[in-house]
Structure formats: structure tokens, C-alpha cells
């Protein structure tokens, strides 16, 4: 089993930074796309960053330039640098891997983040 602990959500005011992780445990797994998503209230979950096996980078349009998503050396842990926040990225931000070789899905409980002043 996979269990995927997430940290470093809050309340930050408008242009401000957080940055979330998320550790992944008790897994001998390797994964092979490592990413973070994320739901506001009433609108369905989207996809914020994903990091695929190293090699690509892919941001949602809303938060190219502002977001970088990273991951530590084993692969373990995803990362989300979040700079410049608007209100409009006031959601539960939740992460997601995909076991490699499997194709396996595991997601985060979820972390609340707040952007006003």
C-alpha cells in the first residue's frame, strides 16, 4: 500500500508563497508520474502540475510562471512552489502518483489552500 502524507497548505494573502509536499510511505513502488490537482468549491478537481518520469513537465495554463512543481532524488516526495497567488488558486490541493509498470493511482487527503487578504 501507498500511503501519501501532504503538508504546507494555509492562509497566505494575495502574491504571497506556500509551498506543499507530499511524502509518499510505506511503498517499495517506484513512480513513474508524480503530480499535484487540485477543487474549488463547486467546480470539479484539475490538474495543476504533473512531473513524468523526470523527463517532462506539464503546468495548467492558470499557473505557468508562477507554480514549479519538483521531486527529490528517490522520487518520493512531490513538491509545489506556489508564488504569486491570486484568490482564484483558493483550493484543497491534493496529490497524485501512478505506480510505475502498474498504472496504479494513489491520491493525497488533501490540503487546504487560502489566498485572501
Known amino acids: 500500500q501507498v500511503q501519501l502524507v501532504e503538508s504546507g497548505g494555509g492562509l497566505v494573502q494575495p502574491g504571497g508563497s506556500l509551498r506543499l509536499s507530499c511524502a509518499a510511505s510505506?511503498?517499495?513502488?517506484?513512480?513513474?508520474?508524480m503530480g499535484w490537482y487540485r477543487q474549488a468549491p463547486g467546480k470539479e478537481r484539475e490538474m495543476v502540475a504533473v512531473?513524468?518520469?523526470?523527463?517532462?513537465?506539464n503546468y495548467a495554463d492558470a499557473v505557468k510562471g508562477r507554480f514549479t512543481i519538483s521531486t527529490d532524488k528517490a522520487r518520493k516526495v512531490v513538491y509545489l512552489q506556489m508564488n504569486s497567488l491570486k484568490p482564484e488558486d483558493t483550493a484543497v490541493y491534493y496529490c497524485k502518483v501512478t505506480v510505475a509498470g502498474w498504472g496504479t493511482e494513489y491520491w493525497g487527503q488533501g490540503t487546504q489552500v487560502t489566498v485572501s487578504s
Open positions: 512531473s513524468i518520469n523526470r523527463a517532462n513537465v
Open positions: 510505506g511503498s517499495i513502488y517506484s513512480f513513474n508520474v
